[in-house]
C-alpha cells in the first residue's frame, strides 16, 4: 500500500498563504503522479490539483487557479501544494494520493478514480479572520 503523510495545514487569515506537503514512506514518489483533493464539511471531497510523475503536466481546478502551485521535491520524496490568496471557501481538509502514469494528464479532468484510492488523514486548513 502507497503510504502517503499531508502536513502544513493550519489557522490563516483571508488572503494569507500556507504550504501544503505530501510525503511518500516506502516508495519512491516520483514515480507516481499525485492529486491533491479537499474535503469541507457536509461537501463531497473535491479534486484541487495534480501533478504527474515526470512533472510535465500540471492541473488545477478553476477555483484555484492564480492561486495555488503544485510541485514536486523528488530529492525529498515530497509533493507540494503552495496555496496564496486564501479565502473562506478553501476551508477543508486536504488530501493527497498517488496514482499512475495517466493519473495527470492534460486530456481529462482530475478525477479520484484516476489514482489508487489510497489516503491518509490529511490536514485541515482553515481560513477564517
Known amino acids: 500500500q502507497l503510504q502517503l503523510a499531508e502536513s502544513g495545514g493550519g489557522l490563516v487569515q483571508p488572503g494569507g498563504s500556507l504550504r501544503l506537503s505530501c510525503t511518500a514512506s516506502g516508495f519512491d514518489l516520483e514515480y507516481y503522479g499525485v492529486g491533491w483533493f479537499r474535503q469541507a464539511p457536509g461537501k463531497e471531497r473535491e479534486a484541487v490539483s495534480c501533478i504527474s510523475s515526470p512533472g510535465d503536466v500540471i492541473r488545477y481546478v478553476d477555483s484555484v487557479k492564480g492561486r495555488f502551485t503544485i510541485s514536486r521535491d523528488n530529492a525529498k520524496n515530497t509533493v507540494y501544494l503552495q496555496m496564496d490568496g486564501l479565502n473562506s471557501e478553501d476551508t477543508a481538509v486536504y488530501y493527497c494520493?498517488?496514482?499512475?502514469?495517466?493519473?495527470?494528464?492534460?486530456?481529462?479532468?482530475?478525477?479520484?478514480?484516476?489514482?489508487?484510492?489510497?489516503w491518509g488523514p490529511g490536514t485541515q486548513v482553515t481560513v477564517s479572520s
Open positions: 494520493t498517488a496514482g499512475g502514469l495517466v493519473s495527470c494528464t492534460e486530456e481529462r479532468e482530475i478525477d479520484a478514480g484516476h489514482f489508487f484510492g489510497s
